[in-house]
């Protein structure tokens, strides 16, 4: 069909958008997501809260490093909780396949492997980590299975999950607590070996921001070159000068918590760094789980925006009609959802095992709670449809901080508990209620 | 009835039935090239379903289809976009949570060489044919959800046309809009047929059909009642074969005389 192709309209090309007054128009006009800045604003007044109330020791880098590490096993599930969450789907059982996949992995490794190929192997991290991404997936798809093409809810389908998985890290493990694990295995897990170093960190967050400043000049360049409005200038300085400290501060602080005195000895002894009288400062750097976490969540973003994949699992959570009449095999896209969902459990349960260097057969209790909680905090709706993967990382480190800082301040497990229900209700509660104002 | 040209469509002893309902019985219904050809009748008649056929979205329990005169088998959206027919929904079937370009190239995006979405490039071809369709549509990046009713419809007709379709349905295209989009979808459904483009127009507006169809077929209970040509009736005999179910020439005056009123 012959279309008469009009010149591309009028003065909006090129044209820096104008804030419209407001400061909601001036926000806008950034197109930085106002949820996010929330999210970040609230982080901000749970880490100060906490540090008020804990005397300075929340914001410490050694809080903070733990808190890091600690975080990405979370951080790691949840970005795939959202596509899951956005396909109008739930994954319940998480958390029981973290303790299934991490037992099978730390049999494989403390009593299978051992067998054949003797104890720290060099391969044998790469086969227990590629076993444990294949289980993950091969019970994601089954999972996504039942769900897509038997046309049971996934609600049910993952709430049978939780129990059976369970059932089977109980009785791979018969209750007993697997250990150790393979020594270069655990340096998925962070500690004093797992982790950048203080040159690494500093190359790692010169890439980092590097790749900000060459993303807004990229986005700048295909605006320019298709005619699109652009951002303002200021705003796309402040972006870049803003996203930099952020991760160059980010950097200072996880090299600012440096080894303990014995674990620098024999560090200091290995590379035949004579042991100073005043003591030697090592910087432990970022840590491999949150290596693993920022490439999971960079992955992820990525599938979820830039991938057919994603943009199919955000189209079935609008509108599951016009997605199967957009001709889009929904029930597959539905499977591969689930199936990226245990490859992320199989992920977070490497960086798991690795860093208690043991697996139990409790292991992953109740993290689907976290994992959800992250998901929803992060801005993805239960109805489906919405959410983002950065930001799910992000209410990953909000649930993380309130653990933490409850630790911090010795609250009892039961209290944790009752405090993460609460936020996990209420989190749903302001979605609704935003989402029903909106709607009006 | 019709020996213009090889039908673009043709469908054959169609039926289709949900438990003991037959919502579409032994139907034959034909489409030629550069016609509209409406179809009409009162609610639950079976004119969405038929088209579902046609579209990919209902499968058929008995019948066959022919495009080109070819027997084809239409069995999801796919097959039938792959065979040039595209559709255009009562409820629009667009993603809410999804910008317009998104909407348009919905299972049929445009990548990059890498297999990226290239959204620039879907944003561009969008904003190039709403400037044909509808010129104030400004919103390329907003979900659909927060744009009017106009320009949603504006969007599903966008995804329609852009994609070169050789047989087009489109099921009440003007139910949701205001006198002058309606006017303006008017003037698209003429200036596609001139581009030889066969519609088959499903309406409640029985203006518009008078106005613009070529044939105008009539069911009632999932039975064709009748096919007409233009000129060969009047309004009030179309309406008097919709409510009645009788073919033109099996009316009585004072069955038309009634629907007058």
């Not at chain 1, 069909?1 to 001036?26: C, F, Y």
């Not at chain 1, 733990?66 to 979370?74: H, I, K, R, Y």
């Not at chain 1, 490859?343 to 139990?360: D, K, Y």
């Not at chain 2, 459904?189 to 518009?208: F, W």
Request: net charge neutral.
């Amino acid at each position: 069909m012959s279309i008469t192709e009009l010149p591309p309209k009028d003065a909006e090309q090129l044209v820096e958008d104008v804030p419209r007054g407001s400061l909601k128009g001036l926000i806008r006009s950034t197109e930085i997501d106002t949820r996010m800045l929330g999210m970040v604003g609230l982080l901000l007044v749970i880490w100060v809260g906490f540090n008020i109330m804990s005397g300075g020791t929340f914001l410490s880098p050694r809080n903070l490093w733990n808190l890091s590490v600690q975080f990405a096993p979370v951080a790691i599930m949840a970005t795939g909780m959202v596509l899951v969450i956005v396909s109008r789907n739930i994954d319940l059982s998480v958390g029981s396949m973290l303790g299934f996949v991490g037992m099978a992995m730390a049999l494989i490794q403390a009593e299978i492997l051992p067998n054949s190929l003797g104890f720290d192997h060099p391969l044998t991290w790469v086969i227990v980590l590629l076993i444990g991404l294949l289980l993950g997936a091969l019970v994601g798809m089954f999972q996504g299975f039942i769900v897509a093409y038997v046309g049971v809810p996934s609600f049910i389908v993952t709430l049978g999950g939780l129990l059976v998985w369970r059932g089977v890290a109980w009785s791979l493990g018969s209750g007993r607590t697997v250990a150790p694990m393979d020594s270069t295995f655990q340096l998925l897990g962070g500690g004093s070996r797992g982790s950048l170093g203080e040159v690494g960190s500093w190359v790692v967050g010169g890439i980092a921001c590097a790749a900000i400043i060459f993303g807004l000049i990229s986005s700048r360049r295909r605006r320019i070159k298709f005619g699109f409005r652009l951002r303002p200038t200021w705003a796309v300085v402040g972006m870049g000068v803003g996203g930099c400290l952020a991760v160059l501060g980010a950097v200072w602080v996880m090299n600012s918590y440096y080894l303990p005195e014995n674990v620098a000895r024999q560090v200091a002894e290995e590379r035949g760094i004579p042991w100073p009288a005043e003591g030697l400062q090592i910087p432990l750097g970022i840590s491999y789980p949150v290596l693993i976490a920022i490439g999971v969540m960079l992955i992820m973003g990525f599938i979820a925006n830039r991938r057919r994949f994603g943009r199919y699992v955000f189209s079935i959570g609008g509108n599951p009609e016009a997605a199967e009449l957009g001709g889009i095999n929904t029930r597959w896209t539905v499977v591969k959802t689930f199936m990226v969902m245990g490859i992320l459990v199989g992920v977070a349960a490497a960086v798991t095992i690795a860093r208690l260097n043991a697996a139990t057969s409790g292991l992953g209790t109740l993290s689907e709670l976290y994992v959800i909680a992250a998901a929803v905090i992060g801005g993805t709706s239960l109805a489906g449809g919405i959410g983002t993967v950065p930001g799910a990382v992000l209410g990953a480190l909000v649930m993380q901080s309130l653990q933490s800082g409850m630790v911090l301040m010795r609250v009892d497990a039961p209290l944790q508990d009752i405090v993460v229900g609460i936020v996990l209700v209420a989190a749903v509660a302001v979605d609704v209620f935003f989402r029903r104002r909106s709607e009006r | 009835m019709n020996d213009r040209a090889t039908p673009l469509v043709e469908m054959r002893d169609m039926n289709v039935s949900f438990g003991g309902v037959h919502a579409v019985e032994n139907v034959n219904f034909d489409l030629v090239p550069g016609e509209i050809h409406a179809l009409v009748g009162g609610n639950g008649a079976g004119k969405s379903t038929l088209v579902k056929t046609l579209a990919g979205a209902q499968r058929a329990d008995s019948g066959q289809i022919y495009v080109n005169g070819e027997p084809v088998s239409i069995e999801n959206p796919r097959d039938a976009k792959a065979l040039g027919i595209e559709t255009i929904y009562q409820n629009l079937a667009l993603a809410e949570n999804i910008d317009a370009p998104g909407n348009m190239f919905l299972g049929r995006e445009l990548t990059t060489g890498m297999g990226n979405l290239d959204d620039s490039a879907m944003e561009d071809a969008t904003r190039k044919i709403m400037a044909r369709l509808n010129p104030k549509f400004e919103n390329f990046t907003r979900p659909v959800a927060f744009l009017s009713g106009g320009q949603r419809q504006s969007v599903a007709i966008a995804r329609a046309v852009h994609f070169n379709a050789r047989i087009l349905v489109m099921d009440e295209p003007t139910a949701a809009l205001g006198p002058s989009e309606t006017e303006q979808v008017r003037n698209l459904i003429r200036r596609l047929k001139t581009e030889g483009i066969g519609i088959i127009l499903i309406s409640h507006d029985i203006h518009d059909v008078f106005d613009l169809a070529d044939r105008t077929t009539v069911m009632l209970q999932g039975r064709v009642v009748g096919t007409v040509a233009k000129g060969e009736v009047t309004m009030d005999e179309i309406l008097a074969m919709i409510i009645i179910g009788k073919a033109p020439q099996d009316l009585t005056q004072s069955e038309i005389a009634e629907i007058r009123g």
